[in-house]
Structure formats: structure tokens, C-alpha cells
């Protein structure tokens, strides 16, 4: 088991380009979540997939904000004509699930730290 | 929908000391509750969990947390702090019909003196 591993785990670009940060899960683990944290806060919700489908989006996942999952394994996470706004750490979890129950734990990468210039 | 208040912020405490993290939940259906730990630069580890049964929860790291339903609360407590224990505390809840999808309280910083 070696853990939730997220690249880049910083990344400076200027305002207006793509950036773009991929996650691999805990082998095995079929539920794959991204986080978005800023300086001071909790995570919040992004997206979440269970295999290779994208099942929620939070309204905070803009137009410019894409995420996949192919083959249910890794994922990625592109952020178009990057904003200002967009500056935090992007943090990617996955859990296994469990007779459909919620409750599992879920693991957490070290994050990815976006600043935009 | 679910939310969680974190009630403080920031909590000094000196080495060895007991200390309580407080955290309030609201949900009008049943919930799992969680506290993760962040240590700097690093991303969040779970420190304990309640899903069920007895309402007291016991941890990694000497931490434990007693979940009050009629008070809606999840407090986490140690009753000894070192100095290593460092870090930002998060309280997070899911519906317990749910997918893990974790509702983030705004963490409290926990700052052990010497």
C-alpha cells in the first residue's frame, strides 16, 4: 500500500495558462475524490467518481475545471485560463467501497499546490 | 444539507496539558462524523472515526472523541499534548446513507508549547 500519490506536488504558472495534476489512488480503491483547499480552510468537495464515472460536481467545479478517470485507475485534474482565484492546494482521496455504505475510510495524497501568478 | 462549525480557531495549550477540540454538526438525517489531522505541507490523516455504537471513539495518537447526539457535537480530546501533536484538526461529517462525500468544518490550530 503505498499511499494516495499526487504530481506535481507544486505548481506556479501565470494567470491564463493550463495546468494540469494527476492522482493515483490506493490500488484497488474504486472511489476517487478531489478536494480544493485554501489557506485558512476546510476541503471542499470538488468531484467524485466511483470507477471510471464522474457520479457528482460540486458548483464550485467551474467550465474550466475538468476531471477523468480513465479505466477507473488514475485520474487528472485540468484547470483552463488559470485565475487568480484558483490558487490552493488541489488534494486527491480514494476510499474502497463497501456494500454501498458510506463510512469507509478515506485516504488522502499530500496535495498538489497551485499558485497563480 | 449537512454543515460543521469548528468553534475555535486557533487553541494554544503547553506541553502535557489536556485539551478539547470543539466540533458542532447540523444535519437532519443521520451522519458518520470524522476528524482528520494536518501536519504542514502534508495532506490529512484520519485520526478517528464514529459510524455507530458506543458514543465514545477512540484514536491514533492518544486522541478520542465523544459523539452527543442530542447536542449535535463531536468533540476530540488528548488528555496529555506533546509537542509533535502540532497541527490543524478537521471535523468532517458524511450521511450515513452516502458516498463518503465529506463536509469539511475550518479546522482549529492546535499550537503545543513547550
Known amino acids: 500500500d503505498t499511499g494516495v500519490s499526487q504530481d506535481p506536488r507544486h505548481k506556479i504558472t501565470k494567470r491564463g495558462q493550463n495546468v494540469t495534476f494527476r492522482c493515483d489512488p490506493i490500488s484497488e480503491h474504486n472511489r476517487l475524490y478531489w478536494y480544493r483547499q485554501t489557506l485558512g480552510q476546510g476541503p471542499e468537495f470538488l468531484t467524485y467518481?466511483?470507477?471510471?464515472?464522474?457520479?457528482?460536481k460540486s458548483r464550485l467545479l467551474s467550465d474550466r475545471f475538468s476531471a477523468e478517470r480513465p479505466k477507473g485507475s488514475f485520474s487528472t485534474l485540468e484547470i483552463q485560463r488559470t485565475e487568480q482565484g484558483d490558487s490552493a492546494m488541489y488534494l486527491c482521496?480514494?476510499?474502497?467501497?463497501?456494500?454501498?455504505?458510506?463510512?469507509?475510510?478515506?485516504?488522502f495524497g499530500e496535495g498538489s499546490w497551485l499558485t497563480v501568478v | 444539507a449537512q454543515s460543521v462549525t469548528q468553534l475555535d480557531s486557533q487553541v494554544p495549550v503547553f506541553e502535557e496539558a489536556p485539551v478539547e477540540l470543539r466540533c458542532n454538526y447540523s444535519?437532519?438525517?443521520?451522519?458518520?462524523l470524522f476528524w482528520y489531522v494536518q501536519y504542514p505541507n502534508q495532506g490529512l490523516q484520519l485520526l478517528l472515526k464514529y459510524l455507530s455504537g458506543s458514543t465514545l471513539v477512540k484514536g491514533i495518537n492518544g486522541f478520542e472523541a465523544e459523539f452527543n447526539k442530542s447536542q449535535t457535537s463531536f468533540h476530540l480530546r488528548k488528555p496529555s499534548v506533546h509537542i509533535s501533536d502540532t497541527a490543524e484538526y478537521f471535523c468532517?461529517?458524511?450521511?450515513?446513507?452516502?458516498?463518503?462525500?465529506?463536509?469539511f468544518g475550518a479546522g482549529t490550530r492546535l499550537a503545543v508549547h513547550p
Open positions: 482521496a480514494s476510499s474502497l467501497a463497501s456494500g454501498g455504505k458510506a463510512g469507509n475510510t478515506i485516504y
Open positions: 444535519s437532519s438525517v443521520s451522519v458518520y
Open positions: 468532517a461529517v458524511t450521511l450515513s446513507g452516502g458516498y463518503n462525500k465529506l463536509i
Open positions: 467518481f466511483q470507477n471510471e464515472a464522474q457520479l457528482e
